[in-house]
């Protein structure tokens, strides 16, 4: 088979390997950008694409997994341009939980603050520490304030990230909510760009209709 490349946000790492590895994808590469890069997702499609240009003559296709992102629209006008796939949806959170389920979350509270694993693990860094709340606490009523409650969309039944997620939400001083939800439309995303026909396919396909 031809080699595929999945270029990642690191928020996904465990959950995108994990699908490679449950379906025994030998030729399925992943490269992960920085987490971090939701902090500026100005700057997401640009480091998107260099890592296109620096790959595609290794790789037979590319699968881009980013949803939007926060990048409005731009992520989308830079792969149209290169000609490259990303993971439907605006963000993580709504392929997780499904375009349905997540649309009828925000519509039941638009105040709500959401978490998954990945984010889970790293409260204390991404929003405590990034945000300066570890060294001045009075913030997290600034941010948090036109909140209500934290939705932990968890993607493994773990006792422990359930008692931190909930220990977020105190902390915040929010109502806690918890929907497990999975890898939600994520695997079922990636799973269907594997199918489509690759480059090989299509020559061969080609060739058999002249």
Not at 11 to 35: F, S
Not at 139 to 166: C, I, K, P, T, W
Request: glycine letters at 8%; proline letters at 4%; one cysteine or more.
């Amino acid at each position: 088979m031809e080699p595929v490349l999945i270029i990642a946000c690191g928020a996904l790492a465990r959950e995108l390997k994990a699908v490679i590895a449950a379906n025994g994808w030998q030729h399925v590469q992943l490269h992960c950008l920085p987490a971090d890069l939701h902090n500026r997702p100005d700057r997401i499609p640009e480091a998107v694409r260099v890592q296109i240009r620096a790959s595609r003559a290794r790789f037979g296709r590319i699968l881009v997994g980013y949803a939007d992102c926060g990048t409005g629209g731009l992520l989308d006008r830079m792969l149209e341009e290169e000609g490259v796939e990303r993971l439907p949806g605006a963000h993580c959170y709504e392929f997780y939980a499904g375009t349905a389920a997540f649309n009828a979350l925000a519509d039941a509270e638009p105040g709500s603050f959401y978490l998954t694993d990945f984010l889970v693990r790293h409260f204390e860094r991404l929003v405590i520490r990034e945000l300066g709340i570890e060294r001045h606490p009075e913030l997290a009523s600034q941010y948090f304030g036109n909140y209500r409650r934290l939705v932990y969309l968890a993607q493994s039944e773990d006792a422990q990230l359930l008692e931190q997620a909930r220990d977020a939400a105190k902390r915040l001083g929010l109502e806690f909510h918890y929907r497990f939800t999975g890898y939600g439309d994520l695997e079922g995303a990636v799973v269907r760009f594997h199918r489509q026909p690759g480059r090989d396919a299509r020559r061969e396909q080609d060739s058999w209709q002249s």
